[in-house]
């Protein structure tokens, strides 16, 4: 394997928080955080790696910061400067909240993450709307960003990764698809983001239901044609994404950026033995899928991802599809990326893995974003 950089590994062998520390440092080319803040923070984090509270406080403390800036100047009437302060308070107030149990306090910090998020949003991107999306007797939130283009334009709904939310795919897919006349429904499904923690619904393994309910709300929206709708996972929604398009034929492509493990119940195997006997060696805190899935204990909850598999259901898949993965992934071993290439039964469809000396060679691009997004994005306006 190639040495990474410094700024990769950054807390040394501490795998838990340099990966978590990289998917914040991934968002960089979109404006949402910035290199020095990021900086000043993982400076205090690396001599407090051993206080169980250090991430969410340090964190957290820079969030608070710059959330008093963002209220300052929009009494000021800077309305650009408070909503750019706004987006990376929102940006590092999500993350603080990474590697605490649920419970009250992660709900409160989570609403707390998306308030300053929306308030960024409104003062910095007007073409981004807050949307419900019906689902089962409730809605599910969504964030829909317009492309400056007349007439019924093509869409692509994003559905995040297992830490992810809504407002980083905004940023980091959308603004990439509208660049090149395409809409953008990034969705937080069941299990993920707001949906998870401000309404408590959990995950689910046949996520065509909530990907034919973003389908339908869209079908009824007068820019978005109909025909040429996408769909595009990342890291765990590599698995929704595929799901999706295996069972919800009104989808005309789709990406896995990012395949998942193809024997998820053997990985959530692997995760609870790490984090008994290494927890600083898995990109997991212990309790994570447990709580995306709603299962009582550890062992349920790899009980329950023997559900989630594509293994049967990819030869299903007859859109165009395209997966992507990093050749230095260590969340999802390379391996995985082309077991769901070759099972997938389209027969238009492409695998990419990236290289260290291309870029975007870690967990879904997080190293580089900007190269796997543009690819995926140049590839679905080629085949849609």
């Not at 501490?14 to 990966?19: A, G, I, K, Q, R």
């Not at 968002?27 to 509270?53: I, S, T, W």
């Not at 983001?193 to 401000?198: A, D, K, V, W």
């Not at 909850?301 to 260590?330: M, Q, W």
């Amino acid at each position: 394997m190639p040495a990474r950089a410094p700024w990769i590994d950054h807390f040394g062998d501490n795998f838990l928080w340099s990966n978590a520390t990289l998917v914040i440092k991934g968002m960089a080319p979109y404006g949402v955080v910035a290199l020095e803040e990021m900086d000043r923070v993982c400076e205090r984090l690396k001599l407090r790696q051993h206080e169980p509270n250090a991430w969410f406080e340090e964190w957290g403390a820079m969030g608070t910061l710059l959330e008093g800036k963002a209220i300052e100047a929009e009494k000021a009437g800077r309305k650009h400067t408070a909503g750019d302060y706004y987006l990376r308070a929102g940006n590092y107030l999500y993350n603080a909240e990474r590697f605490l149990r649920p419970g009250p306090e992660k709900r409160a910090a989570g609403e707390r993450a998306f308030r300053s998020y929306h308030a960024g949003i409104r003062l910095r991107h007007p073409n981004i709307e807050r949307v419900e999306v019906p689902y089962e007797g409730t809605t599910l939130p969504a964030l829909f960003m317009k492309a400056a283009v007349t007439g019924r334009a093509p869409t692509v709904v994003i559905v995040n990764g297992m830490d992810n939310c809504k407002e980083m795919s905004i940023f980091f897919a959308g603004l990439e698809f509208a660049r090149r006349g395409m809409h953008t429904l990034a969705l937080d499904g069941p299990g993920q983001g707001e949906t998870l923690r401000s309404r408590g619904i959990h995950s689910r393994y046949d996520y065509e239901v909530p990907g034919g309910a973003a389908y339908d709300w869209l079908a009824q929206r007068p820019e978005v044609d109909p025909k040429r709708v996408a769909i595009m996972g990342y890291s765990f929604g590599g698995y929704y994404s595929g799901r999706i398009a295996a069972f919800e034929r009104r989808y005309a492509a789709g990406i896995s950026l990012s395949a998942l493990h193809w024997d998820l119940a053997a990985w959530q195997t692997r995760v609870k033995e790490k984090n008994q006997s290494d927890p600083k060696a898995v990109a997991q805190s212990n309790f994570q899928f447990q709580w995306v899935v709603n299962a009582p204990t550890v062992d349920d909850a790899i009980e329950v991802a023997r559900k989630f598999s594509l293994k049967d259901v990819a030869k299903n898949i007859t859109c165009p599809y395209l997966v992507t993965h990093g050749g230095n992934d260590r969340v999802v071993p390379v391996e995985n990326a082309p077991k769901l290439f070759e099972a997938i039964g389209s027969k238009n469809k492409m695998l990419k893995i990236f290289t260290a000396e291309e870029g975007g060679a870690e967990h879904a691009h997080v190293d580089n974003r900007q190269v796997g997004i543009d690819y995926a994005a140049d590839w679905l306006a080629e085949n849609m």
